[in-house]
């Protein structure tokens, strides 16, 4: 089956970024894989899992988000983590966005049933 994408252009350099527009679970699952590591890491060493910041370790799952879902930007892709991380704020901003947005939208509340 052939995933569909979706097209963005990019504010400040007006590039062309090519996104998947759903993650299979196993990607999802492996762009999750930072978090817990640095859990099990807590769990079993403390001491060590001190050492490590939470925001080191939502930046590497942000990262790994980003790989995972462009496609290409500009025709390129291959060395996506490089030229993200090159990008303009503006743009790696647009991304996340559309990221966020699509592929990685937010969960629908559980309904909770009325009967009281």
């Known amino acids: 089956m052939e995933r569909p994408t979706i097209?963005?252009?990019l504010?400040?350099?007006k590039d062309k970024v090519v996104l998947k527009s759903w993650l299979t679970k196993a990607e999802a699952d492996k762009t999750k894989e930072p978090v817990r590591t640095y859990y099990s890491l807590k769990h079993e060493n403390p001491s060590e899992a001190a050492k490590?910041?939470?925001g080191e370790v939502l930046e590497q799952v942000e990262s790994n988000v980003v790989e995972t879902a462009?496609?290409?930007i500009d025709g390129v892709s291959t060395?996506?983590?490089?030229?993200?991380a090159d990008l303009p704020e503006a743009d790696y901003d647009a991304?996340?966005?559309e990221i966020d947005r699509t592929v990685?939208?937010?969960k629908e509340p559980?309904?909770?049933?009325?009967a009281s």
């Open 7 to 9: 097209e963005i252009e």
């Open 11 to 13: 504010p400040v350099t």
């Open 52 to 54: 490590v910041l939470l």
């Open 70 to 72: 462009v496609v290409s």
């Open 79 to 84: 060395g996506i983590k490089e030229i993200v």
């Open 95 to 97: 991304i996340i966005r």
């Open 104 to 106: 990685r939208p937010p």
């Open 110 to 114: 559980s309904q909770k049933s009325e």
